[in-house]
């Protein structure tokens, strides 16, 4: 198992271009998660899903679209990019709600100028 | 929703030293977690713990669900111990909540 990537692993942007952010996990996991993790402080939840055809918002979702067309792929796509949007973004997955623990991705870092 | 606080936010030890990390949560969670971030930036599960203890080489962790906290001890320091650790509860899997983090260095 390759557990769960991410595509790609960084990338520059300009203010006001786009991107989608790919998430794959190939252990047919029902959740999935993308989180931003900003220096000094801990990750805070963008968007969720919780199974193929649903999203929902998370605690920082303004400026930020997803889509979970196929249960193994999770989306994240910045529309019009602005510079407080430079991050590194982390997606996660778990196979059932509480039952266990999150599995991450290896991050992917923007940088918008 | 719930918060999540952990202290110290900074700690150094030398090689071979224990410590106890804490992580206090502001409401009843069903899901409670400790990350380890490595310098790297990778993201490792140590412990799933909504409530009770568990134990994994040098590392263990408590949960008190009724006193809303949670410790993990790291006995026996390595320096591949370093990097930032992270609690994370949710009362549900739509908000979970991350800490700021405690930011381990151990020295040789």
């Known amino acids: 198992n390759a557990g769960v990537t991410q595509t790609p692993k960084f990338r520059v942007l300009k203010t006001g271009q786009s991107m989608t952010l790919l998430c794959a996990q190939d252990?047919?996991?029902?959740?999935m998660y993308w989180y931003r993790q900003d220096p000094g402080m801990g990750l805070r939840l963008i968007h969720y899903?919780?199974?193929?055809?649903?999203?929902a918002k998370g605690e920082v979702p303004d400026g930020y679209n997803v889509s979970r067309l196929k249960k193994q792929n999770f989306l994240l796509g910045l529309e019009s990019a602005a510079p407080s949007q430079t991050s590194v973004y982390f997606c996660?997955?778990?196979?059932?709600?509480?039952?266990?623990?999150?599995?991450f991705g290896p991050g992917t870092r923007l940088l918008v100028l | 929703g719930i918060q999540v606080e952990q202290s110290p936010p900074d700690l150094i030890l030398q090689e071979g030293a224990n410590s106890t990390l804490r992580c206090n949560f502001s409401?009843?969670?069903?899901?409670l977690q400790w990350f380890h971030q490595n310098p790297w930036g990778q993201l490792i599960n140590l412990f799933y713990?909504?409530?009770g203890t568990k134990q994994n080489g040098r590392l263990s962790a408590t949960t008190v669900a009724t006193e809303r906290y949670s410790l993990l001890y790291i006995s026996s320091s390595q320096t591949t111990d370093s990097g930032v650790y992270f609690c994370?509860?949710?009362?549900?899997?739509?908000?979970?909540?991350f800490g700021t983090g405690t930011k381990l260095q151990v020295i040789p």
């Open positions: 996660a997955s778990i196979r059932e709600r509480d039952q266990e623990t999150q599995y």
């Open positions: 252990m047919n996991h029902e959740y």
């Open positions: 899903s919780v199974g193929e055809g649903t999203t």
């Open positions: 409401d009843s969670v069903n899901n």
């Open positions: 713990i909504p409530s």
């Open positions: 994370a509860a949710s009362g549900g899997y739509q908000k979970v909540t």
